[in-house]
């Protein structure tokens, strides 16, 4: 399910964009937004972290966002590459990396930042 995005700079930034409320993601799933750098997976972990990334994969541009979630990696749907959802960086023995981005909650509000310095 794609979040509806609010195209209004928040947090006094023209960088971070309101994604959807936390309350809308279980417990080890994701949620895709559509923004203009394109589609954004974000994921609630076990223990309620919430984390964004490119939605994805480099290798066979699997949707990362239909990956299974483990404690803080995603794996690929497609052919089992695992994301570290903290770094983006695909755990070894793959090489490879997907965008992962800020993120802030402002009460039941998930804010991803998109500016070009915003992503690791």
Same mark, same amino acid.
């Given at each position: 399910m794609n979040f509806?995005? !609010?195209?209004? $700079?928040?947090?006094? !930034?023209?960088?971070?964009?309101?994604v959807g409320r936390l309350s809308d993601i279980s417990v080890q799933g994701a949620r895709v937004a559509l923004l203009p750098q394109g589609r954004v997976a974000i994921f609630r972990t076990q223990s309620g972290e919430i984390f964004a990334i490119e939605d994805?994969? $480099?290798h066979r541009q699997g949707p990362l966002s239909e990956g299974l979630v483990h404690e803080y990696s995603v794996t690929c749907p497609l052919h089992g590459w695992r994301f570290d959802l903290r770094t983006g960086e695909a755990a070894f023995p793959d090489k490879a990396c997907v965008k992962s981005y800020e993120v802030r909650i402002d009460g039941d509000f998930i804010f991803v930042a998109l500016g070009p310095n915003r992503f690791k």
């Amino acid at each position: 399910m794609n979040f509806e995005v !609010s195209t209004e $700079p928040a947090h006094g !930034s023209q960088d971070w964009f309101r994604v959807g409320r936390l309350s809308d993601i279980s417990v080890q799933g994701a949620r895709v937004a559509l923004l203009p750098q394109g589609r954004v997976a974000i994921f609630r972990t076990q223990s309620g972290e919430i984390f964004a990334i490119e939605d994805e994969c $480099p290798h066979r541009q699997g949707p990362l966002s239909e990956g299974l979630v483990h404690e803080y990696s995603v794996t690929c749907p497609l052919h089992g590459w695992r994301f570290d959802l903290r770094t983006g960086e695909a755990a070894f023995p793959d090489k490879a990396c997907v965008k992962s981005y800020e993120v802030r909650i402002d009460g039941d509000f998930i804010f991803v930042a998109l500016g070009p310095n915003r992503f690791k």
